[in-house]
Nanobody
Framework: VQLQASGGGLVQAGGSLRLSCVAS????????MGWFRQAPGKEREFVAV????????YYSDSVKGRFTISRVSAKNTVYLQMSSLKPEDTAVYYC????????????????WGKGTLVTVSS
């Protein structure tokens, strides 16, 4: 059972990045998939989640309208398209998988990938 996140990097404010998270097949189809982030010196926070069917998407207020989460079952991959990036989006981004309906709660997530660092310069 593994989650592998990638796609982070350095980008200027206003730019875009797309993060990817590849999951082992055993977990992908049955789980809702979320993205969280942790900025330096801060606690980890919820960013976005997509339910296992892909039918429902939820975002934190801080990224709503700028970030888009999606999933491609055939590739066992969930994406986070990030646009209009701001310096305050700088963080390590983690993907995670959950059975729970408590989708914004990181404690409800069973599996976590290693993070990918996003740095937004001003």
């Amino acid at each position: 059972v593994q989650l592998q996140a990638s796609g982070g990097g350095l980008v200027q404010a206003g730019g875009s990045l797309r993060l990817s998270c590849v999951a082992s097949g055993r977990i992908f189809s049955g789980y809702s998939m979320g993205w969280f982030r942790q900025a330096p010196g801060k606690e980890r926070e919820f960013v976005a989640v997509i339910t296992r069917s892909g039918g429902s998407l939820y975002y934190s207020d801080s990224v709503k309208g700028r970030f888009t989460i999606s999933r491609v079952s055939a590739k066992n991959t969930v994406y986070l398209q990030m646009s209009s990036l701001k310096p305050e989006d700088t963080a390590v981004y983690y993907c995670a998988a959950t059975f729970s309906v408590d989708l914004r709660n990181e404690n409800a997530y069973l599996y976590w990938g290693k993070g990918t660092l996003v740095t937004v310069s001003s």
